[in-house]
């Protein structure tokens, strides 16, 4: 793909939920389903730093959209992507588990993983093989190998968070009328209280 942030149409925004991202494109991709239209490219993002994602990943608004390959160490020359600890689960609307959403975020400079936290947040898709039919694979061999080439790849949603005017560790999407401000962590861990509230899980 050439230029993947010039696909969209005039006047279309794609804005999937998370289950969509799930079963409609990391789910074909990790099949070798053919997906239409196929416009979420494949990237290394190891050799790619955030901010040099426009024009190579899928860009919808303010944010991209891009495949890639499971890799442990997400250490690049300037920097490194760090997991904030959070892993959220993805259920499919027959309440089943499909899928898992892990954060990170960005950091900079010679000590990563230990350097300065920037503002840049990545969210990676991970398929749930539990949440899949898989009898049609009749032989262990076969299937275990089909589970193993679906831990190969994961779908990343890489956004910069605004920075507060009134700090540097506080980020926010909206305007704050009420005066009070969330950390980006705080805000996370509220989302996903609130996810788990409606899918009836404890929290």
């Given amino acids: 793909m050439e230029d993947a942030s010039l696909n969209l149409p005039p006047g279309f925004f794609f804005s999937p939920t998370d289950e969509e991202l799930v079963l409609h494109f990391l789910y074909c991709k990790a099949s070798l389903i053919p997906c239409h239209p196929n416009i ?7 050799q790619l730093h955030p901010w040099e994602l426009n024009g190579k990943a899928l860009l919808s608004g303010n944010q991209y959209y891009f495949f890639t ?4 160490n997400r250490t690049m020359e300037n920097g490194c992507w760090k997991e904030i600890g959070v892993t959220e689960p993805i259920f499919s609307t027959f309440d089943k588990k499909v899928g898992t959403k892990k954060y990170l975020v960005f950091h900079i400079g010679e000590e990563a993983p230990h350097g300065t936290e920037t503002n840049w947040v990545m969210q990676e898709y991970h398929l749930c093989s539990s949440g899949f039919d898989t009898a049609s694979y009749r032989s262990s061999r076969r299937r275990r190998k089909h589970d193993q080439s679906w831990s190969k790849w994961v779908l990343c949603r890489v956004y910069e968070k605004m920075r507060s005017e009134q700090g540097v560790n506080c980020y926010s999407d909206d305007d704050d009328e009420s005066g009070s401000e969330l950390s980006w962590l705080d805000e996370v861990y509220l989302s996903l ?6 899918i009836g899980m404890p929290n």
């Avoid at 979420?40 to 190891?46: A, E, G, Q, R």
């Fill in 40 to 46: 979420i490219p494949d990237l290394d993002f190891s």
């Fill in 69 to 72: 390959k499971v890799n442990e």
């Fill in 193 to 198: 209280d609130d996810d788990l509230e409606e």
